[in-house]
């Protein structure tokens, strides 16, 4: 059983930058893949950014690419996000899970473990 908790959420205006933290503790964080998610008011939860067991892939969605970065401190069982260059419509809760698989990690059925989520909102 592995338990995630997100943190670093918070309310910036656009442009800014926020970092998000995934801990995790319980199971062998080293062998999971880690995404985030995000879900607004009224949507459908989508895939922002996943990152392979090793660190050494990562994967983003087109709108978050180029100023969104995923990496990991397996030292520390956190995977951060850092987000910049924020926009109005990167407003929602963000999440973070956890996979064994090895594959589609855009899919949030690919993921056993969910944390609880984070707040984000960015102002215009």
């Known amino acids: 059983q592995v338990t995630l908790v997100e943190s670093g959420g918070g309310s910036v205006q656009a442009g800014g930058s926020l970092r998000l933290s995934c801990t995790a503790t319980?199971?062998?964080?080293?062998?999971?893949?880690i995404g985030w998610f995000r879900q607004a008011p009224g949507s459908e939860r989508e895939f922002v950014a996943a990152?392979?067991?090793?660190?050494?892939?990562?994967y983003y969605r087109d709108s978050v690419k180029g100023r969104s970065t995923i990496s990991r401190d397996s030292a520390k069982n956190t995977v951060y996000l850092q987000m910049n260059s924020l926009k109005p419509e990167d407003t929602a809760v963000y999440y973070c899970?956890?996979?064994?698989?090895?594959?589609?990690?855009?899919?949030?059925?690919?993921?056993?473990?969910w944390g609880q989520g984070t707040q984000v909102t960015v102002s215009s």
């Open positions: 899970a956890a996979s064994d698989a090895d594959s589609r990690y855009f899919m949030s059925s690919t993921y056993k473990y």
């Open positions: 990152i392979r067991w090793n660190g050494y892939s990562t």
């Open positions: 319980g199971g062998t964080f080293g062998s999971y893949a």
